[in-house]
């Protein structure tokens, strides 16, 4: 964990206006994967931080990257004392142990202190992947 980079990620708070801002239309969106990643990634965040503003517990979100880039975990919810939760988003529907790789690098990483890892996806279903590691549909921040 020593070799953690502080620089922040920034998010564009309304997905229509990074659409707007990167000169993507749906077409454009739905036809690359990668800004598609992108827009879900953006979407979610801004999602998620809504949650935490309303949370009693008052979570607090951070980004998480390795200066040689080789571990990034999208979102880490810190829970004070309690813990973490890690999280990532996939823009595909069948995720497997591997995009969960990251989650699985942290949750080793920190022992105890990490008390689930989830990966939100684009798919209907919930399930295992890895210990303390889970696939869950996007859908899930609303149920």
Do not use: C
Request: net charge positive; proline share 5%.
């Amino acid at each position: 964990m020593k070799r953690l980079t502080r620089a922040p990620k920034r998010y564009i708070a309304d997905t229509g206006l990074w659409g707007a801002a990167v000169g993507a239309d749906a077409g454009l969106v739905t036809s690359d994967g990668n800004l598609l990643g992108r827009l879900i990634d953006t979407f979610v965040a801004n999602q998620l931080r809504a949650e935490v503003a309303v949370d009693p517990s008052r979570p607090r979100l951070h980004h998480l990257r390795d200066r040689d880039g080789r571990h990034e975990v999208d979102l880490v919810a810190d829970l004070g004392v309690r813990g973490i939760v890690a999280i990532e988003v996939k823009a595909h529907s069948a995720p497997s142990p591997r995009d969960a790789r990251h989650l699985a690098w942290l949750r080793d990483q920190v022992g105890s202190r990490f008390l689930a890892g989830v990966l939100l996806h684009t798919g209907p279903a919930a399930f295992r992947l890895t210990e303390r590691v889970r696939a869950v549909p996007i859908s899930a921040i609303w149920g």
